[in-house]
Every structure is written in C-alpha cells, then in structure tokens.
C-alpha cells in the first residue's frame, strides 16, 4: 500500500523567493557552522577527516532521501491520474452506450 496520498487537486505549487533564498541560506549556514566545528576541535587531523566525511555523507544523504521521495510522490500522482482518465474513458463508453 502507498503512503502518499493521491487524491489531492493536481494543484501546481510554486515556492517563493524569499522561501528559496531562506532554504539555500539556512542550508549554507547550518553546513558551514557544522564544518567550522569540526575544523576548530582539538583533535588529531585524521579525526576531523573523519568527522567532516561523515558530515558530508549526512548531507548526500539527506538530499538523496528527498528527491527519492519527491519522484516516487510524482509517480504516484502520475499512476492515479492515468487511472483516473481510464475510468471516465470507461464511464463515457458506458454513457454514450447508454444513451442509444
């Protein structure tokens, strides 16, 4: 059974430039403050190395998850509507039968 829910008005949704930028800037700063922290730390350099790596591999995978879960929301919309223009194919057929 699919999690998204499919029955939502195909409603393009468009995010402002003021979101972007504050999406991108939270981003960078976060990101930044993060790497910072790890430079600054009173340890060995092979540790930071380490660190930073598992930071950056966070980061991979956090946008990997997102945009994995945007496509398969996409296809789930795409799947119901495909269905959707089956079934009033369908209910036209039957009416236009019904009708002679």
Avoid at 24 to 37: D, R, W
Wanted: positive net charge.
């Amino acid at each position: 059974m699919n999690s998204f829910d499919t029955n939502l008005p195909n409603v393009a949704t468009t995010q402002s430039s003021g979101w972007l930028a504050f999406s991108y800037a939270s981003f960078g700063i976060s990101l930044l403050m993060v790497m910072g922290g790890v430079v600054l730390m009173p340890i060995d350099l092979w540790l930071r190395g380490y660190l930073a790596l598992g930071v950056l591999m966070v980061v991979q995978s956090s946008i990997t998850l997102s945009k994995t879960l945007r496509d398969a929301a996409e296809s789930a919309r795409l799947v119901n509507r495909v269905e959707t223009a089956r079934t009033e194919k369908l209910l036209m057929g039957a009416m236009s039968e019904q009708g002679r």
